[in-house]
């Protein structure tokens, strides 16, 4: 009974509706991710397991964009909307594909 009383409240119902979409949210950027990384990525790595990767953009990037890009690699520069990072970790490379706004991320 008490639990009928609380499936029927309106606070209950729309913090289970956030969370399905959250949750919506959630799978489909991991779906959309595992098409973005090109295979070749991450085939040259360094004495640290890390390699070089270029990010491809829809667009020029701008200062919060390379600052978060900063978070998974070096900044080696920018050709029009490509980011090129140095030192990326294969976590990174999840985290980076994750990401909507970016379209692609190849291997230089």
């Not at 998974?72 to 990326?88: F, K, S, Y």
């Not at 594909?97 to 970016?102: G, K, L, M, S």
């Amino acid at each position: 009974m008490r639990l009928r009383r609380i499936a029927a409240s309106p606070a209950v119902r729309k913090l289970v509706a956030v969370a399905i979409v959250v949750a919506g949210y959630q799978v489909w950027l991991g779906v959309q991710a595992d098409g973005k990384v090109a295979p070749e990525v991450g085939q040259v790595r360094d004495e640290r397991g890390r390699f070089p990767a270029d990010v491809v953009l829809g667009f020029a990037p701008e200062r919060y964009h390379i600052l978060e890009l900063q978070k998974h690699g070096r900044i080696a520069g920018t050709d029009d909307t490509i980011v090129h990072l140095r030192g990326v970790s294969p976590a990174g490379v999840d985290a980076l594909a994750r990401e909507y706004w970016i379209d692609r991320i190849e291997a230089p």
